[in-house]
């Protein structure tokens, strides 16, 4: 599997760290916290998650994946994708 | 059915064994059944077959998407043991290993269960004084387990890379009532079990969703062969409880993940036992036919695919490499990938759901297949009694909420870390 990274193009998964699920928001309130750190939507079909680019770029990249087939549709730099509270 | 004897294979080799019976009936389904069991694996097989055997119920339908052994009971390495340092973890696997080691006479039916050992390496004074603990705390609780120095590790497996450079092995931590089973005669002998007693065996039947009640409660379930009422419904899918769970609308503390497996071809006996490298994930035993069956890591992003990529077999074999440079040259025969329910702490989870009538049985990562005797046995006394067993009263969905968390790795809430 290769990830179309925004700046490096084109590169192969070893060079990147998975993070996961990139619906997920950092709540504001204790009480959600739970929800946020547990729980998981963990969708079978196109899901947008977190990869980082530790062995290139550095970036924090947003990637489009089908879970149930592996095929990537969209990769944008997290910051691009404007995260509402963004990957550190 | 016929009892598995040598005089029954005696009487059936005199015609030419062409009048064997089927191993479980095929059955179609009824109306309404005391509990239906959603999937027909080793664990909800195993449910069934306890739920008739023990509590005296064969009202139960065991429904299953594909094949009977065409999931992951047929996409793992084999291997059983019940070395965990965790209380929660101890009692229950051990609870497994006892059920694996009469099971063949419990079944009649050859489950293969060999108890050859499992020996987990050690590489450095910090790991040593890890696997002592472990190994204090299996003693503890009445499971056997044996530190061995280096010296007793080159008796037992002279052909390890003791002196290489970076990761020397010092010693192991040794489980010798562990071994292999054979993965596919579990599922069919309790398929076997489970069907004499009465239970139906639907396969090719897939749930498409929940038939709920004015309070919400679950009544039964839709399939792909009509809707199925049920006093109780439980969840034995792990690898999909994400997805039975979002149609219940459930939401679950579960990221489904790839783990790949892989078998040489077939050589002479050159691995006594099952082997673990400790400074790399990596682990192997010969299976009976002589291929080397190993595996490490699973691939790390939410899959599921059935399938995994290639970083992960050349992690594998470098592991592989370094601990045991003899398998070099073996020729690679097959690779496979199974889908597993990896949940934030890496333990399973047997409990009723907030849903009546709903029950869960999932989450076990990529350690299902040892603890499918304890799994279906505690699975079975919660459908029938609603009360867990005392051995899996850890297991509760609950946990992640109250901090109650079992986790042997301590690696925290991030399922692909398990």
């Known amino acids: 599997m290769r990830l179309p990274c925004p700046f490096c193009g084109d590169r192969d998964i070893q060079e990147f760290v ?53 095929e990537v549709s969209d990769a944008v730099l997290a910051r691009a994708a404007s995260e509402p509270e963004g990957p550190r | 059915m016929t009892h598995f004897s040598i005089l029954s294979f005696a009487a059936h080799a005199l015609s030419g064994h062409k009048n064997w019976a089927a191993t479980w009936r095929d059955a179609a389904p009824r109306d309404a059944y005391d509990i239906v069991i959603v999937g027909g694996g080793g664990h909800g097989l195993a449910t069934a077959y306890y739920l008739a055997k023990v509590h005296g119920n064969a009202n139960v339908a065991v429904l299953e998407r594909g094949w009977i052994g065409g999931g992951n009971a047929g996409r793992n390495t084999t291997i059983i043991r019940s070395n965990y340092g965790l209380e929660g973890n101890t009692a229950f696997y051990e609870h497994s290993m006892k059920l694996w080691e009469g099971l063949e006479q419990d079944l009649n039916y050859n489950t293969m269960v060999s108890q050859r050992g499992v020996l987990n390496l050690y590489h450095s004074d910090g790991q040593r ?47 010798r009532r562990g071994g292999t089973a054979r993965h596919d005669a579990v599922v069919w002998g309790y398929a076997r079990g489970a069907s004499n007693r009465g239970v139906d065996i639907i396969q090719n039947c897939e749930v498409t969703g929940f038939k709920r009640g004015h309070d919400g409660a679950v009544l039964g379930v839709e399939t792909t062969r009509g809707p199925i009422m049920a006093g109780k419904v439980g969840l034995a899918v792990a690898g999909n409880t994400s997805r039975l769970g979002a149609m219940a ?15 040489s071809e077939g050589l002479k006996p050159v691995i006594p036992g099952v082997i673990t490298f400790g400074a790399g994930h990596f682990y192997i035993s010969q299976s009976d036919k002589g291929g080397l069956v190993f595996g490490g890591d699973i691939d790390g992003y939410n899959s599921y695919a059935s399938r995994g990529n290639l970083p992960v077999l050349e992690d594998v074999c470098e592991g592989g490499m370094a601990l045991m440079p003899m398998i070099g040259r073996a020729r690679l025969l097959r690779s496979w990938g199974g889908v597993c329910d990896m949940t934030m702490d890496g333990s399973p989870i047997i409990d009723r759901t907030p849903i009546p009538g709903l029950y869960l049985n999932g989450g076990w990562c990529y350690g299902g297949f040892k603890a499918t005797p304890a799994s279906g046995w505690c699975f079975a006394h919660l459908l029938a009694t609603d009360a867990p067993h005392e051995t899996a009263a850890a297991y509760r969905l609950d ?16 399922a692909n870390l398990h």
């Open chain 2, 249 to 263: 609308g459930l939401r679950l503390p579960i990221e489904s993940h790839v783990l790949q497996a892989f078998v």
């Open chain 1, 18 to 70: 998975y993070r996961g699920d990139a619906s997920l928001v950092r709540p504001e309130h204790e009480a959600d916290m739970f929800a946020y750190v547990y729980l998981r939507d963990n969708v079978a079909g196109p899901m947008r998650e977190h990869w980082y680019h530790t062995q290139g770029c550095r970036n924090w990249i947003v990637v489009t994946r089908d879970t149930r087939t592996h």
């Open chain 2, 399 to 414: 946990r992640f909420a109250t901090g109650r968390m079992i986790d042997e790795k301590g690696q925290g809430a991030q």
């Open chain 2, 129 to 175: 004084d890890a696997y002592a603990r472990r190994g204090n705390a299996m003693r503890l609780n009445g499971i056997d387990a044996e530190l061995l120095d280096q010296a007793s590790v080159r008796r037992l497996a002279p052909f390890l890379n003791f002196d290489h450079a970076r990761f020397p092995i010092q010693g192991g931590l040794l489980q």
